[in-house]
Protein backbone atom coordinates (compact mmCIF):
# COMPACT_ATOMS: atom_id res chain seq x y z
CA UNK A 1 0.00 0.00 0.00
CA UNK A 2 2.88 2.16 0.80
CA UNK A 3 4.10 2.16 -3.31
CA UNK A 4 0.30 2.92 -3.95
CA UNK A 5 0.60 5.66 -2.57
CA UNK A 6 3.60 7.16 -4.19
CA UNK A 7 1.47 7.23 -6.62
CA UNK A 8 -0.81 10.13 -5.44
CA UNK A 9 1.38 12.26 -3.33
CA UNK A 10 -1.53 15.02 -3.45
CA UNK A 11 -3.73 12.35 -1.33
CA UNK A 12 -4.14 12.50 2.30
CA UNK A 13 -4.96 9.22 4.34
CA UNK A 14 -7.99 10.13 6.75
CA UNK A 15 -8.21 7.90 9.39
CA UNK A 16 -6.17 4.99 7.66
CA UNK A 17 -9.96 3.94 5.99
CA UNK A 18 -10.03 6.47 3.33
CA UNK A 19 -8.02 8.61 1.13
CA UNK A 20 -9.04 12.71 0.83
CA UNK A 21 -8.07 15.37 -1.35
CA UNK A 22 -9.04 19.13 -1.80
CA UNK A 23 -8.81 21.20 -4.88
CA UNK A 24 -8.96 24.22 -5.27
CA UNK A 25 -10.32 26.72 -7.41
CA UNK A 26 -10.87 30.40 -8.71
CA UNK A 27 -14.66 30.05 -8.80
CA UNK A 28 -17.74 27.84 -8.86
CA UNK A 29 -17.98 26.43 -12.52
CA UNK A 30 -14.28 24.78 -12.12
CA UNK A 31 -14.99 23.25 -9.22
CA UNK A 32 -18.38 21.94 -10.34
CA UNK A 33 -16.37 20.90 -13.43
CA UNK A 34 -14.45 18.69 -11.65
CA UNK A 35 -17.44 16.98 -9.44
CA UNK A 36 -19.01 16.64 -12.86
CA UNK A 37 -16.40 14.52 -14.17
CA UNK A 38 -15.87 12.30 -11.53
CA UNK A 39 -19.30 11.66 -10.88
CA UNK A 40 -19.93 10.12 -14.38
CA UNK A 41 -16.30 8.20 -14.09
CA UNK A 42 -17.69 7.09 -10.58
CA UNK A 43 -20.46 6.05 -12.37
CA UNK A 44 -18.89 4.27 -15.15
CA UNK A 45 -16.58 2.32 -12.25
CA UNK A 46 -19.51 1.39 -10.06
CA UNK A 47 -17.18 3.05 -6.86
CA UNK A 48 -18.74 6.33 -5.32
CA UNK A 49 -16.45 8.38 -3.50
CA UNK A 50 -17.71 10.73 -0.50
CA UNK A 51 -18.12 14.65 -2.54
CA UNK A 52 -17.92 18.26 -1.35
CA UNK A 53 -18.53 20.96 -3.32
CA UNK A 54 -18.52 24.45 -2.85
CA UNK A 55 -17.69 28.18 -4.55
CA UNK A 56 -14.13 27.73 -5.09
CA UNK A 57 -13.53 23.80 -4.12
CA UNK A 58 -13.75 20.73 -4.64
CA UNK A 59 -13.11 17.18 -2.18
CA UNK A 60 -13.35 13.65 -2.85
CA UNK A 61 -13.11 11.07 -0.47
CA UNK A 62 -13.02 7.67 -1.46
CA UNK A 63 -12.95 4.13 0.68
CA UNK A 64 -14.13 0.81 0.08
CA UNK A 65 -17.96 -0.21 1.69
CA UNK A 66 -17.33 -3.98 1.71
CA UNK A 67 -13.79 -3.70 3.35
CA UNK A 68 -14.88 -1.03 5.26
CA UNK A 69 -11.42 0.22 4.44
CA UNK A 70 -8.89 0.90 1.18
CA UNK A 71 -8.77 -1.61 -1.55
CA UNK A 72 -7.12 -1.67 -4.71
CA UNK A 73 -10.16 0.64 -6.20
CA UNK A 74 -9.21 3.22 -4.10
CA UNK A 75 -6.07 3.92 -5.64
CA UNK A 76 -6.56 3.71 -8.62
CA UNK A 77 -10.08 6.20 -8.51
CA UNK A 78 -7.77 8.81 -6.85
CA UNK A 79 -5.25 8.43 -9.68
CA UNK A 80 -8.02 9.34 -12.11
CA UNK A 81 -9.37 11.84 -10.54
CA UNK A 82 -6.00 13.54 -10.28
CA UNK A 83 -6.08 12.81 -14.19
CA UNK A 84 -9.14 14.65 -14.79
CA UNK A 85 -8.25 17.68 -12.54
CA UNK A 86 -5.44 17.95 -14.94
CA UNK A 87 -7.17 18.04 -17.97
CA UNK B 1 -37.66 34.91 9.38
CA UNK B 2 -40.49 32.37 11.27
CA UNK B 3 -42.97 33.56 8.25
CA UNK B 4 -40.04 32.40 5.83
CA UNK B 5 -39.31 29.39 7.17
CA UNK B 6 -42.76 28.01 7.15
CA UNK B 7 -42.40 28.28 3.52
CA UNK B 8 -39.36 25.71 3.88
CA UNK B 9 -40.38 23.15 6.01
CA UNK B 10 -38.28 20.22 5.05
CA UNK B 11 -34.94 22.70 5.66
CA UNK B 12 -33.24 22.83 9.36
CA UNK B 13 -31.63 25.79 10.56
CA UNK B 14 -27.58 25.12 11.52
CA UNK B 15 -26.69 27.14 14.23
CA UNK B 16 -28.76 29.76 13.25
CA UNK B 17 -26.44 30.78 10.33
CA UNK B 18 -27.66 29.05 7.91
CA UNK B 19 -30.02 26.48 6.27
CA UNK B 20 -29.57 22.58 5.59
CA UNK B 21 -31.57 20.00 3.80
CA UNK B 22 -30.81 16.44 2.76
CA UNK B 23 -32.22 14.44 0.13
CA UNK B 24 -32.04 10.81 -0.33
CA UNK B 25 -32.21 8.32 -3.47
CA UNK B 26 -32.30 5.03 -4.62
CA UNK B 27 -28.87 5.51 -6.29
CA UNK B 28 -26.25 7.74 -7.40
CA UNK B 29 -27.63 9.20 -10.59
CA UNK B 30 -30.71 10.61 -8.63
CA UNK B 31 -27.73 12.12 -6.42
CA UNK B 32 -26.24 13.52 -8.78
CA UNK B 33 -28.70 14.70 -11.05
CA UNK B 34 -30.28 17.31 -8.21
CA UNK B 35 -26.69 18.38 -7.06
CA UNK B 36 -26.35 19.49 -11.19
CA UNK B 37 -29.59 21.27 -11.23
CA UNK B 38 -28.65 22.69 -8.21
CA UNK B 39 -25.42 23.91 -9.61
CA UNK B 40 -26.73 25.69 -12.64
CA UNK B 41 -29.00 27.51 -10.12
CA UNK B 42 -26.50 28.53 -8.21
CA UNK B 43 -24.56 29.83 -11.00
CA UNK B 44 -27.18 31.55 -12.45
CA UNK B 45 -28.23 33.27 -9.51
CA UNK B 46 -24.49 33.75 -8.23
CA UNK B 47 -25.64 32.26 -4.77
CA UNK B 48 -23.56 29.10 -3.83
CA UNK B 49 -24.27 27.01 -1.06
CA UNK B 50 -22.32 24.22 0.08
CA UNK B 51 -22.78 20.71 -1.58
CA UNK B 52 -22.38 17.31 -0.67
CA UNK B 53 -23.11 14.24 -3.00
CA UNK B 54 -22.50 10.16 -2.28
CA UNK B 55 -24.33 7.56 -3.31
CA UNK B 56 -27.69 7.63 -2.79
CA UNK B 57 -27.49 11.43 -0.79
CA UNK B 58 -27.13 14.86 -1.92
CA UNK B 59 -27.60 17.73 1.14
CA UNK B 60 -26.92 21.52 0.82
CA UNK B 61 -26.11 24.37 3.01
CA UNK B 62 -26.84 27.88 2.42
CA UNK B 63 -26.23 31.38 3.71
CA UNK B 64 -25.24 34.85 2.95
CA UNK B 65 -21.31 35.42 3.44
CA UNK B 66 -21.88 38.88 3.16
CA UNK B 67 -23.56 39.05 6.41
CA UNK B 68 -22.32 35.94 7.89
CA UNK B 69 -25.56 34.47 8.63
CA UNK B 70 -28.91 33.77 6.74
CA UNK B 71 -30.44 36.27 4.48
CA UNK B 72 -33.87 36.44 2.09
CA UNK B 73 -32.14 34.98 -0.83
CA UNK B 74 -30.87 31.62 1.24
CA UNK B 75 -34.54 31.08 1.55
CA UNK B 76 -35.78 31.73 -1.62
CA UNK B 77 -32.57 29.29 -2.74
CA UNK B 78 -33.70 26.34 -0.45
CA UNK B 79 -37.57 26.88 -1.76
CA UNK B 80 -35.83 26.72 -5.70
CA UNK B 81 -34.08 23.75 -4.53
CA UNK B 82 -37.25 22.18 -3.48
CA UNK B 83 -38.55 22.78 -6.49
CA UNK B 84 -35.73 21.40 -8.30
CA UNK B 85 -35.95 18.00 -6.36
CA UNK B 86 -39.65 17.53 -6.88
CA UNK B 87 -38.76 18.01 -10.78
Request: zero cysteines; aromatic letters at 10%.
Amino acid sequence: MAELRKQIPGWALDGDRALRREFAFDDFNGAFGLVARVALLAEAESHHPEIELEWGRAAFRTWTHTVSGLSRNDFILAAKIDLLAES
